[in-house]
């Protein structure tokens, strides 16, 4: 299963992600967007971060998370180069928690392919269809 596929949109970048469960389907966001970051893969990082968020629902909640991803690379130059995450119910509507493995933006510099201004709304839907999770992915560049 392909699990990242570019998405073709004329201003912005893009990319569909497949996954077989709801963490799946985050986990393989977060990779799409660090490889419009970064070129080639990333060395594992060895400091810990935590991350919890809620939101009212999935779509908001992997925006949330994806810029907050962003915020940690562009704002304060930690990058995360592996994470288990989990996605559950929560307050709001569904929360998610995250421990990332970071590096310091300083070790992949020379890989940093340009800034990404944000993860957007346009045209995101998660949705199930025959056992797979499936969204679509525009960020704003």
């Known amino acids: ?6 998405l073709d949109h004329t ?11 709801l963490p799946g389907l985050f986990y393989w966001a977060a990779r799409g967007l660090l490889a419009e970051l970064f070129e080639g893969p990333l060395p594992p990082g ?16 992997l ?6 991803l962003i915020y940690l690379v ?3 130059g930690l990058v995360p180069s592996g994470f ?24 992949v510099a020379e890989r940093f392919l340009g800034e990404v201004k944000s993860a957007t709304f346009h045209g ?4 199930k269809e025959g056992g797979l999770y499936r969204a679509s992915v525009v960020l704003d560049i």
């Open 84 to 107: 288990t995450l989990g996605i559950g119910p929560g307050g709001e509507g569904c929360k998610l928690f995250a421990r990332l493995l970071v590096l310091p933006f300083d070790a």
């Open 46 to 61: 060895k400091e810990v971060r935590t991350l919890r968020l809620e939101a009212p629902d999935s779509e908001t909640l």
């Open 1 to 6: 299963m392909r699990h990242l596929e570019e």
């Open 63 to 68: 925006v949330r998370f994806l810029n907050e």
């Open 124 to 127: 995101l839907r998660i949705e």
């Open 11 to 21: 201003a912005d970048v893009g990319f569909v992600v497949r996954a077989r469960s």
């Open 74 to 76: 562009q704002t304060r």
